[in-house]
């Protein structure tokens, strides 16, 4: 692949007294000549950064710091592991947001391993579930970031859990109540689905 990308700089350069590249596109050339050379050589390459994607980063991380869940991200431990991701169907009812919430409390305090529930608060209030757009990989807008949230219940487990049985278990748990639910499955598999 290094090789590939060495030999189309290689080249991309223009025919004598052609410009065929703006300043731009050639500062990406360079920049790139000069991390295939370290790459080469062995030297420590620094990375090359797009001024574009670094202002868009820069934004996310300040948008970030004002989001509305800023104070809250501690309680989502280090090792904590993401287990599933659970979505109320738009038609439920405020009372069936709080069963919801009450049933994820019962399963919260039966499993020794079930750590913290993001959205659990507000099922418990009766209203639609948060989670911040930190923990699931979905595509959300630069623009307003710290208003954004997804609409679903996201549940942790302590580090080490078997993952097969902790799905199983709250499953059995909200046995009755998976009509009422569009979604239960892996967090992977719903960022997978909303990309």
């Known amino acids: 692949m ?3 990308a ?18 731009e596109e050639w500062g990406r050339i360079m920049g790139l ?3 295939l050379r370290c ?10 950064v797009d001024p574009r994607i670094e202002e868009i980063r820069t934004r996310l991380l300040a948008a970030e710091a004002n989001g509305w869940w800023r ?12 287990l599933v991701v659970i979505g109320p169907r738009a038609d439920v009812t405020a009372e069936d947001l709080k069963v919801l919430g009450q049933l994820l409390v019962c399963w919260q305090a039966e499993f020794p391993q079930a750590r913290h529930i993001w959205g659990l608060a507000d099922l418990l209030n009766g209203q639609p579930p948060r989670t911040p757009p930190i ?9 307003r970031f710290e208003e954004c949230y997804e609409p679903v219940v996201l549940v942790y487990v302590a580090q080490g859990t078997d ?3 902790a799905t199983r278990s709250l499953s059995q748990c909200l046995n009755n109540f998976h ?11 719903y960022s997978l689905c909303n990309r």
């Open 2 to 4: 290094l090789l590939n």
């Open 6 to 23: 060495w030999s189309i700089y290689h080249h991309a350069g223009p025919a004598a007294g052609e410009l065929k590249h703006s300043a």
């Open 33 to 35: 000549r000069d991390w």
């Open 39 to 48: 790459v080469f050589s062995g030297l420590k390459a620094k990375p090359i």
């Open 71 to 82: 104070d809250m991200t501690g309680l989502v431990g280090e090792t904590d592991q993401q």
């Open 135 to 143: 923990y699931l990989a979905v595509p959300y807008p630069v623009d």
């Open 163 to 165: 993952i097969a049985a």
């Open 179 to 189: 009509s009422k639910l569009f979604w239960f499955n892996s967090p992977d598999y």
